[in-house]
């Protein structure tokens, strides 16, 4: 089967940074995405690694090791609109569909 | 502008009613997908379509039913058979990169 394990909440100060991190499981792997889920709003896609190394996009920051199964979520300079759920997910072995992680909820202190 | 666009916003359901949620996208995908969301929770796959007239039953398909006769619409409805509707259900798209999904603003369907 699939499987994404990553924290229920972080709490960060504003200005500081934050890595989300993410586990996987599964039996064939296409790459990591993220996505950012706002409180009453819809998921917005952040990133996507299918290889192994840190892709830099402004703030946000996303890591992919596979040989370890990991991956991570940096956003830097955090701002109070940066709190949110965010989203682990990964394609399944099908190549049919995307399988999410339960969520991390960040929340930001002034 | 391009997108993906779910009505109602909010919908009332009664005890033992079917009801419909719409999702219509101009993005060209072929994928289109129902997730249900429930509050502090993940995302649920409940249906998916790769192409017209194709679709396949989800993590939680029971209690649901889609239809795929349009490229751009991929309606979802709730039957009396499901007895928890209350959620937020989003729908999305993808294109040839299936891991970058756009959302619609979602549902929230709540029973009376």
């Known amino acids: 089967g699939q499987s994404l394990e990553q924290p229920s909440e972080v709490t960060a100060v504003e200005g500081a940074i934050v890595q989300i991190n993410c586990t996987y499981q599964t039996s064939g792997f296409y790459g990591l995405s993220w996505y950012q889920q706002h409180d009453g709003g819809a998921p917005t896609f952040l990133s996507y690694?299918?290889?192994?190394g840190l892709e830099e996009t402004g703030r946000f920051s996303s890591f992919l090791s596979r040989s370890d199964s990991y991956g991570y979520l940096l956003l830097q300079e955090l701002q109070m609109k940066d709190s949110a759920s965010y989203f682990c997910a990964v394609m399944s072995s099908s190549a049919s569909k995307i399988i999410f992680g339960s969520g991390t909820r960040l929340s930001i202190r002034p | 502008d391009g997108g993906i666009t779910q009505s109602p916003k909010y919908l009332f359901r009664k005890e033992g009613q079917n009801v419909t949620l719409s999702c219509e996208q101009n993005l060209n995908h072929d994928a289109m997908y129902w997730y249900r969301q429930d509050p502090g929770q993940g995302l649920r796959l409940i249906y998916y379509?790769?192409?017209?007239?194709?679709?396949q039953k989800g993590d939680i398909a029971e209690g649901y039913s889609v239809s795929r006769e349009k490229k751009e619409s991929f309606p979802l409805t709730v039957t009396s058979a499901q007895k928890n509707p209350t959620a937020f259900y989003l729908c999305a798209s993808s294109g040839t990169t299936k891991e970058t999904q756009y959302f619609g603003p979602g549902t929230r369907l709540l029973v009376l």
């Open positions: 379509s790769q192409i017209v007239n194709d679709f």
């Open positions: 690694n299918a290889l192994d």
